[in-house]
């Protein structure tokens, strides 16, 4: 059975920084590519990033590039995006999910439960 | 980038009622679209991949349709558990963007 499971939301001051991971199982990791989307409160579902099988490319909106970093470990099973210079309108449930291909452009085909990051003072 | 334009954006069908879903790319996507239901307060789910194809497990009363620009999103008979948001989303292009969503419900 395939399983995603994100960690690592919470209340954030505007600025400051955090941490979410996805550890997953059920499928071999290191094979396909994982992306992050996400959805403001009351919103519709947004892209925020994504990062080929190997490390080698990495994706983003505008709306997150240079602030946001994706990165992954295949040893540990494990998809992470560290989120810096945090706004009030990144407030929102981090999803991440599976990509059927090794890199950006395929469908999302098994989703986490998301974890919800909160940027308020 | 490339828009894409869900209509509508809300429904209200009854019991065993064919329910039909557009979205409109803004840009040519040959194939390359996608569907998703998501429920309340859960993840997104993938049920029709690349246009017309039915994901793993997903029930056959879902079904889609459609290539370039325009594509069509069906349930052959509504039932309450259908109750939903539905996105589609392209992948020929970056940034993927997702339509705004129609949210679907009982009358």
């Known amino acids: 059975e395939v399983q995603l499971l994100e960690s690592g939301g919470g209340l954030v001051q505007p600025g400051g920084s955090l941490r979410l991971s996805c550890e997953v199982s059920?499928?071999?990791?290191?094979?396909?590519?994982m992306t992050w989307v996400r959805q403001a409160p009351g919103k519709g579902l947004e892209w925020v990033s994504s990062?080929?099988?190997?490390?080698?490319?990495?994706f983003y909106a505008d709306s997150v590039q240079g602030r946001f970093i994706v990165s992954r470990d295949n040893s540990k099973n494990t998809l992470y995006l560290q989120m810096n210079s945090l706004r009030a309108e990144d407030t929102a449930v981090y999803y991440c999910?599976?990509?059927?291909?090794?890199?950006?452009?395929?469908?999302?085909?098994?989703w986490g439960q998301g974890t919800l990051v909160t940027v308020s003072s | 980038d490339i828009q894409m334009t869900q209509s509508p954006s809300a429904l209200s069908a009854s019991l065993g009622d064919r329910v039909t879903i557009t979205c409109q790319a803004s840009?040519?996507?040959?194939?390359?679209l996608n569907w998703y239901q998501q429920k309340p307060g859960k993840a997104p789910k993938l049920l029709i991949y690349?246009?017309?194809n039915l994901h793993t497990g997903v029930p056959s009363k879902f079904s889609g349709s459609g290539s370039g620009t325009v594509f069509t999103f069906t349930i052959s008979s509504l039932q309450p558990e259908d109750t939903a948001t539905y996105y589609c989303q392209q992948y020929d292009d970056l940034p993927l963007t997702f339509g705004g969503g129609t949210k679907v419900e009982i009358k």
């Open positions: 059920g499928f071999t990791f290191s094979n396909y590519a």
């Open positions: 690349d246009a017309s």
């Open positions: 999910a599976k990509v059927s291909v090794t890199s950006y452009n395929g469908y999302f085909d098994y």
């Open positions: 990062l080929s099988h190997n490390s080698a490319r990495t």
């Open positions: 840009h040519d996507i040959s194939k390359y």
